[in-house]
């Protein structure tokens, strides 16, 4: 009892930790991985909001002498800072029941007998009662922790390279110090919580969404009053430094040109813009169909978050945490709403990571739920056993079902993909795509951190419409865009008001940007092998949104498109690349399946409508050996 006293939160977090590294990701993965990982390893300039505080730490543990690779340690450090996420967590809970008259509203009446009243506890031997109390306690705090860490989008952060591993652990300490400043009132702690708000800020700008919550606490404590009004001036007078000093590194780091320069934030109107996420906000409050959409998204995906089995502790602990601290319940309630609202009307594919404030608030609500299940069991002295197996029963149970939907340690694939392309264009090319996603994005930290295809020129299409951007591929590649100097100069002009909220012709606009993307093919392709992805061929070639220059055209080059000037037959190199599929797949995993075993049909095709019979085999033996639940089509099935 001793040890589970001294060590709750140590255990907790430890257990955490190992779960975490057991399910740690080799490698990049999907979405924005890659390129924070890059941002941290080269001190760059991450996408809005910028994540200036993300960047320093990963880019100061990137480089300990450790032997693993960048992306294992910026990995590894997801994992250190989600477990200490759990750690706060269960601090604050003990916080909670040991201050539990702290968070209790009670009438007049009510108070001055509370007063009055002693608590004692009995030192006779029945006091072993109060002990299995007491470690009933401690046991509903563990697996409160417990089972916010097995929580699916929680898990998700820890194995693998994110900002929101970091906010994680940055909220749960915030709200500790928080009710911290609540209990003594005193200005050094709600300083201290003021200067830990502004760490949050500087990472990531959903910590706005704790401040409802906290003026909740604040004003119930200090009322509305002339020195509660001075104290914020205080509070506000350190928070504002601290947030400018971190937001700083943008403009500084900016005017050294790092290779990773997104909005290149160097004067005031790009710096507003890039810390404001304004690209973004036309997802904010789009509509209340896309808020009803993400609403019936979160409710139908909550059962899976906690595995169904933790929803009973919940609810439970919805109403027991009324019971009990209803204080703590108002403001767990709060911060559950606050982000719930928020979050449903961001209308993006991913949002995710945005519930976690929510899925903390329930966790919160959980250990109410446990402790008073637990109290239904007979207190037996000397029966820890008991309360422990009911425990450890849902727990694995929850653990057994979201390891598989969270274990990444198989997962190779945006590895293998992303090489696999840079590899099969050859060393002096162009790769003309938009897949963020499972290509560029990984590509960034390949190829800036680990040097892979350094001669290779990687350009992004839907970047190609910020202005920002041009600096960037000058910088890197300056050989590649002095052809397009004059037309960059004329989209660049014509991109100012837009980009400044002030009325802009479109179709000027269009013009100038479908000339670029075509100047970029006849003013390289002379120097360069130029390759287009799939997705430009598959979206914008067929709908007409992009087009090549007259007298060129494309054929199935491995993973790509080869652009070419002739209609005679175009070789390609054998498919010797391998790819691993992991067991646990989702949908950006069978998007890249689908776009190898698309490329290389196509590539068979190609080969046949040119008799190569051979060849083509060889496509299709490929795709029946490393992908055989892969359709092929009839025609080739026949062939074959």
């Given at each position: ?5 001294k060590?709750y939160a ?11 590294l ?5 490698s ?10 890059a941002?941290?390893a ?8 910028g ?11 990137l ?14 450090l ?23 008259a702290?968070f ?39 697996a409160a ?13 820890a194995?693998?390279v ?16 928080l ?13 201290f919580f ?28 200090n ?13 506000l ?8 000093l ?19 934030p ?37 059962p899976g ?25 108002i403001?767990v ?12 009307n961001?209308?993006?594919n991913?949002i995710?990571?945005?519930?976690l ?24 002295p ?7 197996i009911?425990?450890a ?16 340690s ?11 392309v840079?590899?099969?264009?050859g060393?002096?090319?162009?790769i ?13 930290y390949?190829?800036l ?13 839907e ?15 300056p ?25 802009y ?9 479908q ?25 914008e ?17 491995l ?5 070419v ?7 390609a ?8 599929f992991p067991?646990?797949?989702n ?6 399946k ?8 196509r590539?068979a095709?190609?080969e ?11 496509y ?5 050996k490393?992908m ?13």
């Amino acid at each position: 009892m001793k040890f589970l006293k001294k060590y709750y939160a140590l255990l907790t977090a430890l257990i955490s930790f190992i779960f975490y590294l057991l399910t740690l990701a080799p490698s990049v993965i999907q979405i924005d991985a890659g390129e924070l990982a890059a941002v941290q390893a080269t001190a760059g300039i991450a996408h809005p909001t910028g994540y200036p505080l993300f960047t320093m730490t990963g880019y100061l543990f990137l480089n300990l002498p450790l032997p693993l690779s960048k992306i294992l340690l910026a990995n590894l450090l997801a994992a250190v800072w989600c477990s200490l996420g759990i750690f706060f967590f269960t601090v604050i809970l003990k916080f909670i029941y040991d201050n539990k008259a702290l968070f209790i509203i009670q009438k007049k009446t009510e108070k001055k007998k509370h007063n009055k009243s002693k608590v004692t506890i009995s030192t006779e031997p029945g006091a072993t009662f109060a002990q299995i109390l007491e470690f009933k306690q401690y046991l509903a705090i563990i697996a409160a922790g417990l089972l916010l860490a097995f929580n699916e989008t929680y898990w998700l952060q820890a194995t693998s390279v994110e900002v929101y591993s970091l906010h994680i652990y940055l909220i749960t300490f915030t709200i500790y110090l928080l009710l911290r400043a609540y209990k003594s009132n005193s200005r050094k702690d709600w300083i201290f919580f003021s200067i830990s708000l502004a760490l949050g800020f500087s990472n990531h700008m959903t910590t706005l969404l704790l401040i409802p919550g906290a003026a909740y606490l604040y004003f119930d404590k200090n009322r509305f009053s002339k020195g509660s009004f001075i104290q914020i001036l205080i509070m506000l007078g350190v928070f504002f430094p601290i947030l400018i000093l971190m937001y700083s590194y943008l403009p500084i780091r900016a005017s050294q040109n790092p290779i990773l320069n997104w909005g290149n934030p160097i004067d005031m109107e790009r710096i507003l813009r890039h810390i404001s996420g304004k690209q973004y906000q036309v997802w904010l409050f789009s509509s209340t169909e896309s808020a009803r959409k993400q609403l019936e998204y979160f409710i139908t995906s909550l059962p899976g978050e906690f595995a169904i089995v933790g929803l009973l502790f919940i609810v439970v602990g919805i109403f027991q945490t009324f019971i009990v601290a209803k204080k703590f319940f108002i403001f767990v309630l709060i911060c559950f709403l606050t982000t719930v609202f928020y979050s449903i009307n961001y209308d993006i594919n991913d949002i995710d990571s945005y519930f976690l404030l929510a899925y903390i608030s329930l966790a919160f609500f959980s250990t109410f739920g446990i402790n008073k299940l637990l109290g239904y069991l007979k207190n037996k002295p000397g029966d820890y056993a008991a309360p422990g197996i009911i425990i450890a029963v849902f727990l694995v149970t929850q653990l057994y079902i979201n390891y598989k939907k969270c274990d990444q340690s198989d997962c190779y694939t945006y590895n293998d993909y992303t090489k696999a392309v840079m590899k099969s264009s050859g060393s002096r090319s162009i790769i003309f795509s938009y897949q963020w996603d499972y290509f560029i994005s990984p590509s960034y930290y390949f190829q800036l951190v680990e040097e892979l295809q350094p001669g290779t020129v990687i350009i992004d299409k839907e970047l190609l419409r910020r202005s920002w951007y041009y600096d960037q591929l000058n910088n890197a590649y300056p050989n590649v865009m002095k052809g397009i100097a004059s037309e960059s100069r004329l989209f660049l002009d014509a991109l100012k008001p837009f980009e400044r909220d002030l009325p802009y012709n479109a179709a000027v606009l269009e013009s100038n940007y479908q000339l670029i993307m075509q100047k970029l093919i006849t003013e390289n392709i002379q120097t360069h092998s130029y390759f287009i992805g799939p997705e430009l061929v598959d979206n914008e070639m067929r709908n007409g949104a992009f087009s090549l220059p007259k007298g060129y055209f494309i054929v199935p080059d491995l993973l790509l498109f080869r652009v070419v000037s002739t209609n005679e037959y175009v070789p390609a190199a054998d498919p010797d690349f391998r790819i691993r599929f992991p067991k646990n797949s989702n949908k950006y995993i069978e998007q890249i399946k689908n776009m190898v075993g698309s490329m290389l049909v196509r590539r068979a095709m190609y080969e046949l409508s040119f008799d190569k019979t051979e060849r083509a085999r060889l496509y299709i033996n490929k795709i029946r050996k490393e992908m055989p639940e892969y359709r092929i089509p009839y025609e080739l099935e026949n062939v074959f």
